[in-house]
């Protein structure tokens, strides 16, 4: 499983012990898991929240106590769309790019929900042999050059990666200031997680779904790819997890997923908050393998 390591501190990876239910049951365990320990048979409402802290700058990591803060005092999941957006706006007085690091390595770290439910759901080379998602399939650009791996390799070096990327001291040397010439690679890194949410709609509805009802991971990441003009390769059934404010299609017929009609790019041009990207050369076209 993916590890979140810092020159300052680290996130363990989840416990390989828990099922998908007991962590959504004790979801803090992701928030600040070195600060808090769960002790086996320790009741949900035992479990500490991060208190909702007004906001400092006297700390490296006063922006990411502040990040557990705000999503461990959200009750009602899946949360509104508008409230997704709120999160997603940098607050005042804080750098645009320093919040998109903060909500970038959160995704990561979160992410790791979406896995356990994957696996079990059998996410395995023999139920998934391929990283795919409706028509799209994708290489796996951990590899020189990019190759095929099986989905959950495909999953978990791709947070491996973005876990190892985001804690670069080359690219990202402090959590208070982030290089401008390093801000091109949040297009990329969030390009690719979105990929592993696109494969979990297509491939293990019901587990897209349960996690998001606990946690509403993906209605967060897509408020942040709006807001700050992340694009992809859309497609327009995962979107109504996005658009729609309450989900009432939970249990329908898992054939309408699995027969829906073939998809394209649209976007091919797009721009992040400061500066103009040209989406991927190799990506362009209706191409259906992809390389990251």
Known sequence: ?????????????LSEDLTLDELLDVKTLVDR?????????????????VPLTELNFEGPFSLEEYLDGLLSNETSHPMSVKRAKEIAEPPKGVDLWIWVYELVRRFTV?????????????????????????????????????????????IL???????????????FPSKISIPLSSTRHFSSIMRRLYRIF???????YEIFWKVENEISLYRRFMAVSEYYHFKYEHSDMVNKAYSKEIEDTYHQDQEKVDHYSSQTFSDNDYKTPNKPYEYDKENKGSKTMLTS
């Open 1 to 13: 499983m993916s590890s979140f390591q810092h020159s300052k501190g680290s996130i363990e990876p």
């Open 110 to 154: 979160d992410l790791n929900l979406l896995v356990v439910g994957m696996l079990e759901d059998s996410c395995s080379p023999e139920k998934c042999p391929e990283m795919r998602a409706n028509e799209w399939q994708y290489l796996c650009a951990c590899h020189n050059p990019p190759q095929e791996c099986v989905a959950i390799d495909y």
């Open 157 to 171: 070096h791709t947070l491996d990666n973005t876990s190892t990327l985001l804690c670069s001291d080359k690219y």
């Open 33 to 49: 898991p070195f600060k808090k320990r769960l002790r086996p048979g320790m009741k949900k409402e035992d479990i500490p929240i």
């Open 198 to 204: 696109n494969h979990a709609w297509y491939k293990h």
